[in-house]
């Protein structure tokens, strides 16, 4: 799997006390324009799988290259306190944090999960998109994140 190229993206959720869970993932796939769907892989050793099972909802916050430094603590279970320190974090109405600075954050309540192996896979609907701005994207390829060559 090494060798499968993959836009990185941090998931988040939160639970039921509004504190937030995060994680890198690349595992991440839209479904379906109609209706507009997407998918997360998350391992169910993850801290993020509690409260991705309890809350159903989640935020695919898409990575620009300059964020490659947040990869980092949503990589290492040390760095779990390190998380949601970086001033870019806002919560959107319903208390889901994003990214500001991402190319752009999905919001997504889920609609259905699989147990696969050591994953569950969670479909979920798109209940709104933020926008963020369009530069470089962060790639994962072969354990290390790249830049694009245009």
Known sequence: MRGFASSVTIVTSVDELGHPSGMA???VIPVSMDPPSMLVAVNQSASLFPVLERSQRFCVNILPLSQ???VKAF????MRNQRFLAD???RTPDGLL???SAHGSVICVCEKSVLYGTHSLYVGRVTSVIA???SDPLVWFNGAALALQS
């Open 25 to 27: 993932a690349t595992a």
């Open 75 to 78: 990589s290492s279970s040390d």
């Open 68 to 70: 490659q430094h947040i």
């Open 88 to 90: 870019e974090w806002q």
């Open 98 to 100: 994003y990214l500001a």
């Open 132 to 134: 963020g701005s369009l």
